[in-house]
Structures are given as C-alpha cells and as structure tokens.
C-alpha cells in the first residue's frame, strides 16, 4: 500500500513569514510523529499524536511551532515567524498501535529559510 | 534519559568487504532498537529492529544486527557491501511501551563504498 506521504518536498520561505508543512500517514495509523533533521542536532523528535488524544508535544523546540491532526489522519506542522535556525528536513511518520509495531518514515520537507 | 551514541561518523569501505557500524544506547528498560537507513534526498527506510527474543536480527538487503545487552550495544553487520550501499544509517531506540514518546537517534554514521 502507500507509504507516508509529505507536502511539499521542497519549500523555501523568507524570514518572518509563516509556514505549513502537511504530512499523509499510512491508511490505518493511528499514531503520528513530527521530527526535525539539521545537521548540528540530528534527527529530533518534535510531536505526537496518537488517534483523538491530546498530543505530546514535548519535543516542540519553541512556542513558535504547533501541529494539528484533523480526523485522526492527516497532519499539519506550522511554523510561526520562521527563523533562519528552522531551517531543516522535517520528518513525519506513522505507527500502526500495537505489540512491536514499527514507525514508517515519509520523505521529509526541506525547509530553508532565507 | 535515553540516548544512543554512534561512534563513528563516516565510514569507507570497499565494495564486497564486511562491515561494522557500531551502536551503544543508554536506557532505563528494555529498549526497542532500530536501525534506518538514509539515501541522499530520501526519508528513513528500516532496515531491521529487534523488540525481543532472537538477539541476532535479520533485515532488508542482507543487513544483520546482533543486541548485546551486557554492552548496551546494537551494532549493525553486513558480510559484504555493495555500492548501493552507501548512505547514512541512523540507530534508533525506542521506550518498550511503543514509542509514545517518539524515537531517540543517534547521529548518524555515514558509509562510503570504494570500488
């Protein structure tokens, strides 16, 4: 079946301005995951959400970023102000609930901020 | 807190040699393990896990990795390489209870394949 899906792939912004990233889980996912990949922090985790449950939102590196998750399916990750620091590949995955089960990764959004 | 530590940050290899990319994780319970694999442009592909059981796994592409409990470590072999091989592989650890709290990476090693 499809994998996670993000959009867009590529998205270049100016400095200040607010953005949107969208992220598509496997059809059945209830839980939902947003990391940040940079290349002086690593692959961090960012939210989660797992189906109607208030989320996780420990890994939020600021009050500038916030997520969504309408229906229990797709996601939104906005990013307020945007800082040239937010520049990153934003990451989302999905997660069948259940013994052992496996985060599936989607292709990520390179963000850069100018 | 949880971490993982990849003590390598590149690797080169020539192609059909073995390899070795090494883990180490710090966790308070039985941890969850992961190993992903990353192209350039790409998203994270799993290439194997271990949750219990067997401590030798076996993944995707001929990729095998063998949990040491007495070592904390997870490290990740494969008996000969293929161009197609080079990438950037990330381990990951994850809380037993499924991963409500999102997973833990280390920093990546990345793997060249000379010919």
């Known amino acids: 079946g499809a994998g996670v899906s993000q959009s867009p792939s590529n998205k270049v912004t100016e400095k200040g301005k607010d953005v949107e990233l969208r992220c598509d889980p496997i059809s059945g996912h209830t839980a939902l995951y947003w990391y940040r990949q940079s290349l002086g922090q690593g692959l961090e985790f960012l939210i989660y959400f797992q189906g109607n449950s208030a989320p996780d939102k420990s890994g939020l590196p600021s009050d500038r970023f916030s997520a969504e998750r309408t229906g229990g399916s797709v996601s939104t990750l906005t990013i307020q102000r945007t800082q040239q620091e937010d520049s990153a590949v934003y990451l989302c995955?999905?997660?069948?609930?259940?013994?052992?089960?496996?985060?599936?990764f989607g292709p990520g959004t390179r963000l850069l901020v100018l | 807190a949880q971490s993982v530590t990849q003590p390598d940050i590149h690797i080169t290899v020539s192609e059909g040699a073995s390899l070795e990319l090494r883990c180490n994780y710090s966790?308070?319970?039985?941890?969850?393990l992961f190993w992903y694999v990353q192209s350039p442009g790409q998203g994270l592909q799993l290439l194997l896990k271990?949750?219990?059981?067997?401590?030798l796994v076996q993944g995707i592409k001929g990729f095998e990795a063998e949990f040491k409990r007495s070592q904390s470590s997870f490290n990740l072999r494969k008996p000969s390489v293929h161009w197609s091989d080079a990438a950037e592989y990330f381990c990951a650890v994850g809380p037993s209870g499924g991963g409500a709290d999102g997973l833990t990476f280390g920093k990546g090693t990345h793997l060249i394949i000379q010919p």
């Open positions: 966790y308070g319970a039985t941890p969850y």
């Open positions: 271990y949750f219990s059981g067997d401590t």
């Open positions: 995955a999905s997660r069948r609930v259940g013994y052992q089960e496996t985060q599936y």
